[in-house]
């Protein structure tokens, strides 16, 4: 979620910068002025479209940890150094599993969405397993999550159950 956020304000800074060095040169109009503006509206432009695609991607991202049923913290990488005694986090990579779909690190798994569907949940001992995709296509992922107690496990199926339609197999 830290990338799409730092892309999305990167695009944004770009696109402004862009934008103001195309009307300086279009008022100072300096010797090639032309060129230098052509560059930078093309850059601006370029960079516009990808603000777009990014900030579709970071509201996708901010609706799927809005709406989460699983929050999976599956590693935490640590940086140690040989002379201190503690450890550092350096990352931490993180999944939600919501009713709109996956949110792995930085890569989006829509479903609910632009016609793919969720198809079924399946939570095993060691693992959640979904199907999602179109009439014609399905995919899965099968994500490793230890089991949690009952208690949670009712919780976590219900709220697949009320938000998505889908009753979770549970396998053993």
Not at 2 to 22: H, P, Q
Not at 46 to 64: C, D, G, P, Y
Not at 102 to 111: A, P, Q, V, Y
Request: proline share 3%.
């Amino acid at each position: 979620m830290k990338n799409i956020t730092l892309y999305t304000r990167l695009f944004f800074v770009v696109s402004i910068l862009c934008t103001a060095v195309f009307v300086i040169a279009l008022i100072l109009q300096p010797p090639n002025w032309k060129a230098f503006g052509s560059i930078a509206l093309a850059t601006g432009f370029i960079n516009a479209i990808l603000f777009r695609v990014v900030s579709k991607n970071m509201k996708a991202t901010q609706l799927i940890v809005e709406n989460q049923i699983l929050h999976i913290q599956p590693a935490v990488l640590r940086k140690g150094d040989s002379r201190e005694t503690e450890t550092k986090v350096c990352e931490t990579v993180e999944m939600f599993v919501s009713c709109f779909g996956i949110l792995l690190g930085s890569k989006i798994i829509k479903f609910n969405q632009d016609g793919i569907r969720l198809k079924a949940v399946e939570i095993g001992g060691d693992y959640v397993s979904i199907d999602y995709g179109t009439n014609m296509n399905i995919w899965n992922v099968r994500l490793l999550y230890a089991r949690p107690d009952s208690a949670a496990l009712g919780d976590i199926v219900e709220k697949f159950h009320y938000e998505t339609g889908i009753m979770p197999t549970i396998r053993e």
